[in-house]
């Protein structure tokens, strides 16, 4: 399946969103997202520390015109498509208009159909890569059935 990224042309873009406080509903990924929990409460405030997604809603508030808070998503989860259609996790929320945005949530085919994503402003493949393990000498073989 192919999809393509949501660009709006820019005769509807706002310039100004006069002090409009939006909400923004994240889960911690550092580096991209960093921020402190206010309390142990499900769906609780977060205070953001600096990172990549902190410097672009910033960046963002300052050049329009907006402010914004942060929570994490009452489930704690992304976002799945459960039984039914329905979803969880920060998907779940978007949704049902309980929080306006969030910066950093990969894109899925799934997710694509039921949000609108804008054009990515970071993207990498991170791998992780390491050598294969050599095999135990034979004459391990007698102990290592009795390691902890």
Known sequence: MQYTMFNPPSTDRLENYNRHKFRLVENEHFPHMSAERQSEEPGTLLHHRDSIGTRVIQAMSSSLN??????????GQWGMELEGGNWNGIVKDLQRE????????????????????????????IVILSSKPRPLPEYMSLIRPFEC
């Open 66 to 75: 907006f402010t914004y808070e942060v929570r994490e998503p009452m489930d």
């Open 98 to 125: 309980e929080g306006d945005i969030c910066l950093d949530l990969t894109v899925t085919p799934q997710r694509y159909q039921v949000i609108q994503y804008t054009g990515a402003y970071i993207q990498q493949s």
